[in-house]
């Protein structure tokens, strides 16, 4: 029974929420851990008090996991029993007194300009796979947007005359964010002879596929998987020793922004962002980065003493 109606908050999550087949999975994934924990107590979701609520979050933090990984399964569970006690699958909400699990506050790890500009750099070459790349991190970089957003672009999401992109994030809401000259050159060079058409199948898959702005080897719309071995791939290249994923390129495209003078509502809404208080964090700016911002931008940094 405890299962059947985690299935059916999974599919309240899917239809009522509109929360990502992603999120959807990794829901999935923490309730049977909690699930199954519970068995082993003979205990279901129905029959869990705060006590098993508590022991359950101190059995993760035994098993040596991330505070954010404690504090994503915690959420997932009080939704789960939230949700149970709104639809009368229970009468009281075991989750109600226990404390949420603290995060550490952390800044979001940020490339520099510099480094920036030799990760675009190092896509050499002129080959279909290469203007393919080159378009993706330019456009990555160029937009702040995430990666499922990015690998869900589809043709008729692009207006290329004015450099602007409908992009779907979480919960499905839409926006249209613009993007660069650097990102626009490299996007018209992979839709030109020689890029996008050269990983056209002779017979497509889906429309879905067909309808994709990037695509992989094998002429199907390109996966995250394969989006983030990209990045990795041309980080090595470039000599970036940093951990480098697609997730980098946004908080990198939002932190030189602001660092640059745009206005905080303004990276708001094009990271999609629900909330302002998301984006603050990164008013939190490296120091190192700042000071190197003052120094390159500010008319009388460098004035002889």
């Known amino acids: 029974m405890a299962l059947a109606a985690s299935e059916r908050f999974l599919g309240w999550m899917t239809v009522e929420q509109g929360r990502s087949v992603h999120t959807v999975d990794a829901y999935r994934r923490d309730l049977r851990d909690y699930e199954?924990?519970?068995?082993?107590?003979r205990r279901t979701a129905l029959t869990a008090t705060s006590g098993d609520v508590e022991a359950y979050v101190q059995a993760l933090r035994g098993r040596g996991l991330a505070a954010?990984?404690?504090?994503r399964r915690f959420a997932a569970i009080r939704m789960y029993h939230r949700w149970m006690l709104d639809e009368s699958e229970r009468r009281?909400?075991?989750?109600?007194?226990?404390?949420?699990v603290k995060v550490p506050a952390g800044l979001p790890k940020a490339l520099s300009e510099d480094a920036v500009g030799r990760l675009l750099a190092a896509v050499t070459g002129d080959d279909?796979?290469?203007?393919?790349?080159?378009?993706?991190?330019?456009f990555l970089y160029a937009?702040?947007?995430?990666i499922s957003?990015?690998?869900?672009?589809?043709?008729?999401d692009l207006d290329m005359d004015d450099s602007l992109a409908r992009l779907l994030g979480k919960g499905n809401k839409e926006r249209i964010v613009p993007f660069g000259s650097g990102a626009h050159r490299a996007l018209r060079d992979w839709f030109d002879e020689g890029g996008r058409a050269r990983l056209v199948p002779a017979r497509w898959r889906s429309r879905d596929d067909a309808?994709?702005?990037f695509l992989g080897v094998r002429g199907t719309r390109l996966t995250r998987q394969a989006a983030f071995a990209i990045v990795r791939k041309w980080a090595t290249v470039a000599g970036i020793r940093e951990h480098l994923s697609p997730h980098v390129l946004r908080h990198s495209c939002a932190t030189h922004m602001l660092v640059h003078g745009a206005d905080l509502r303004v990276v708001q809404e094009l990271l999609g962002h629900s909330s302002?208080?998301?984006?603050?964090v990164y008013t939190r700016v490296d120091n190192e980065l700042l000071a190197e911002t003052y120094r390159a931008s500010h008319p009388r940094a460098l004035v002889s003493r």
């Open 36 to 41: 199954s924990w519970l068995g082993k107590r």
């Open 68 to 71: 954010t990984t404690v504090a």
């Open 92 to 100: 009281d909400d075991p989750c109600a007194l226990v404390d949420g």
């Open 128 to 138: 279909s796979f290469a203007r393919r790349d080159r378009a993706l991190l330019e």
């Open 143 to 146: 937009t702040g947007a995430r």
């Open 149 to 156: 957003e990015v690998c869900g672009l589809s043709m008729a």
């Open 211 to 213: 309808d994709a702005v």
């Open 276 to 280: 302002v208080s998301t984006t603050q």
